[in-house]
């Protein structure tokens, strides 16, 4: 059974940084063609991709924020890890994890954690 | 990066009723295109990958069509549990993006 679960700290100050950890079980990130992506939804508005790590430790980034994000992955604890530096009001959001299966193109997003509400605020 | 647009962005509709929504993308994204369905308060589903291909355990009234930069959902026959935001996302790209999303309401 695939299950994601992302925790960290759901209050963060103004320009502090954000360490969000993926638990992943029941695949591995040593998978070939497998990927674990975080996403992120402000309150009421849509879905924001935001970055991603092969099994290959190719890491891939939102352009609007690449030079803010850094992912990461520890494959003995089956975990991916995601910062996001200088964190703002307007990044007040539920963050995701979400895994893919990369075969012929990619299989969608097909497993998710429940999410975790961050509120940035002094 | 690609621009996903969806349309329409809010639809009302009745049970039963054959719904489609559209997404284009702003260049060729091939068929690198996934749907998913989200209710409130929860994490979203995926429904259609590859443009067209159902996720094992989807209902068949779902269906995806679509290459290069237009594609669409369909809802064969809308059903009470359907009722949702639906959000299309290309995975083409090493940038990834979402649509917008559509809400499908109660008419």
């Known amino acids: 059974q695939v299950t994601l679960r992302e925790s960290g700290p759901a209050l963060v100050k103004p320009t502090q940084t954000l360490t969000l950890t993926c638990t992943f079980s029941g695949f591995s990130l040593t998978s070939s063609e497998m990927c674990v992506s975080w996403i992120r939804q402000p309150p009421g508005k849509a879905l924001e991709w935001l970055a991603r790590?092969?099994?290959?430790?190719?890491?891939y980034y939102s352009t609007s924020l690449k030079t803010r994000l850094t992912v990461s992955k520890d494959t003995s604890k089956n975990q991916v890890v995601l910062t996001m530096t200088d964190m703002d009001p307007v990044d007040t959001a539920t963050y995701y994890c979400?895994?893919?299966?990369?075969?012929?193109?990619?299989?969608?997003?097909?497993?998710w954690g429940q999410g975790i509400l961050v509120t940035v605020s002094s | 990066d690609i621009q996903m647009t969806q349309s329409p962005s809010t639809l009302s509709a009745s049970v039963g009723d054959r719904v489609t929504i559209t997404c284009r993308a702003s260049q060729s994204i091939s068929v690198y295109l996934a749907w998913y369905q989200q209710k409130p308060g929860r994490a979203p589903k995926l429904l259609i990958y590859?443009?067209?291909i159902l996720e094992s355990g989807v209902p068949s009234r779902f269906s995806g069509s679509g290459s290069g930069t237009e594609f669409t959902l369909t809802i064969s026959s809308l059903q009470p549990d359907d009722f949702a935001t639906y959000y299309c996302?290309?995975?083409?790209?090493?940038?990834?993006?979402f649509g917008q999303g559509t809400k499908v309401e109660i008419k």
């Open positions: 996302q290309e995975y083409n790209s090493y940038s990834w993006t």
């Open positions: 590859r443009a067209s």
């Open positions: 790590i092969d099994w290959d430790d190719d890491k």
């Open positions: 979400a895994r893919m299966q990369m075969p012929y193109g990619g299989h969608g997003l097909d497993y």
